[in-house]
């Protein structure tokens, strides 16, 4: 590199907004499941952009289909129909096995922002349950309600009503106040759920079936089917949000139907990001075709609630990114990624856990959603010096050795690698993990 050009680093110093805590590495290309950086390392992408890489990196398929879309369109708006759209709404809806509709953004903060505005809109212009008892008392019943319960440690994006969702002090820091009518509870506390939602001002729970921030805890079954049961009784809806866990990572489409084991359960409205493009900014929202009574005595779909003027966006959609998507989802189906991820995610967990690192105190995982929890002594263990955080120690470590990974708060650490990985990759990975933690422990 001559002297008038500078350094990738010295750019992002003088002209990129420092909001992200970056890691030294200036990757430059990407192949499968590996990556490149400016001097010509190879790593082994075991991070996938948190997720997001679902076919690897330059796959040949999704290179063609978007060379192939962009020389015919790329943009509309959508005042406009564009077939594109539709096939991959088709398509969602059929990975979703059940009658309902689909709205595009480009993220997923934005799709949960339209599961903000379909719960507000539902609550505000739907007509409210009947007063309910409780102990011979009358509890009455909000004419327009607009609390959306969330959980502890759940992550729901970066917008003001996304931090305002999350169940986490830290992203809330300095932003506020806070957008009103989220409400949080424990996750996995099936009594704290029932007790929330007697609120009647309360019109919806939202919850990750797999909480991904915070280190992959799923949800139990019978927290799910509580969830639905209790939205049921009290004309609620339910949300998920599959932003990190959805379209095939568990192992299925959908990350609950892992957990349940069912297609029973369903929830009302699902919003998608992440690895719905393979790497193409876009995201998505299944909502439900359930009817909805109006309060002018009107009923309608719950999936045309949000009609014309009531939301929208520029690029949600657009014929590039749907054209993308689509080959993304066909290259899982015809690839079969999903049951690449049912077989070795298990896989993956079982040699981490062969290593038996005193440096490690449990491994959580679903299909190819893995996160290890590093000791509480990991810091003294591993001599660590007083200004660092385990999870960002260890990870700088394994970036050293040629693996990424994410790391998840201050004590645990995220394996999210493409759904295309390999055993042999996997192998590599745990024995470079293996070597890192052990030159720690000692």
């Not at 992002?12 to 990757?27: I, K, N």
């Not at 319960?149 to 002090?169: C, E, N, P, V």
């Not at 990759?425 to 070597?435: G, K, Q």
Request: charged share 20%; proline share 7%.
């Amino acid at each position: 590199m001559s002297n008038s050009t500078p350094a990738t680093r010295d750019l992002f110093a003088q002209y990129v907004v420092p909001t992200y805590g970056r890691f030294e590495l200036q990757l430059a290309r990407g192949m499968g499941t590996q990556v490149w950086d400016e001097a010509g390392k190879r790593y082994l992408d075991f991070g996938a952009g948190i997720a997001v890489t679902s076919i690897g990196h330059s796959h040949p398929r999704l290179a063609a289909a978007v060379s192939a879309q962009i020389g015919v369109l790329v943009h509309t708006s959508n005042l406009y129909f564009t077939r594109p759209q539709g096939l991959l709404a088709q398509r969602l809806v059929e990975c979703v096995g059940a009658p309902g509709k689909i709205f595009f953004c480009n993220s997923g903060a934005e799709a949960n922002e339209a599961l903000y505005k379909l719960a507000r809109k539902f609550g505000n212009e739907g007509t409210p349950p009947p007063p309910r008892h409780a102990a011979g008392e009358l509890i009455s019943s909000a004419s327009n309600r607009t609390g959306i319960l969330t959980m502890d440690g759940s992550f729901h994006g970066r917008t003001l009503a996304g931090i305002s969702a999350t169940g986490q002090d830290k992203v809330k820091k300095g932003f506020q106040p806070m957008v009103d009518g989220f409400r949080h509870v424990p996750f996995n506390d099936g009594p704290s759920l029932v007790s929330a939602v007697q609120d009647p001002g309360t019109v919806a729970i939202l919850l990750e079936p797999i909480q991904g921030e915070v280190g992959i805890r799923p949800a139990t079954p019978e927290f799910l089917r509580l969830a639905r049961e209790l939205c049921d009784e009290h004309r609620l809806l339910l949300l998920f949000d599959e932003v990190q866990c959805g379209l095939g990572r568990t192992g299925d489409w959908c990350g609950w139907k892992t957990l349940t084991g069912s297609d029973s359960l369903m929830p009302d409205a699902v919003s998608w990001a992440k690895g719905i493009g393979g790497g193409l900014p876009l995201g998505a929202v299944w909502i439900s075709d359930k009817p909805v009574t109006l309060k002018t005595g009107a009923t309608v779909p719950l999936c045309d609630l949000l009609g014309p003027g009531s939301h929208g966006t520029t690029f949600g959609g657009t014929p590039l990114m749907c054209a993308g998507a689509l080959e993304v989802l066909q290259v899982i189906e015809d690839e079969g990624l999903m049951e690449n991820a049912r077989q070795l995610g298990p896989y993956a967990r079982q040699a981490i856990e062969a290593i038996a690192s005193p440096l490690i105190s449990e491994v959580r995982s679903v299909g190819l959603m893995l996160a290890f929890e590093l000791a509480p002594d990991f810091a003294s263990k591993a001599h660590l010096p007083q200004d660092k955080i385990p999870s960002l120690f260890l990870v700088e470590a394994l970036h050293t050795a040629g693996l990424l990974s994410v790391p998840s708060g201050a004590s645990a650490v995220r394996w999210l690698p493409p759904l295309n990985v390999t055993r042999a990759e996997i192998d590599e990975a745990t024995h470079i993990l293996r070597s890192v933690l052990s030159q720690l422990a000692s």
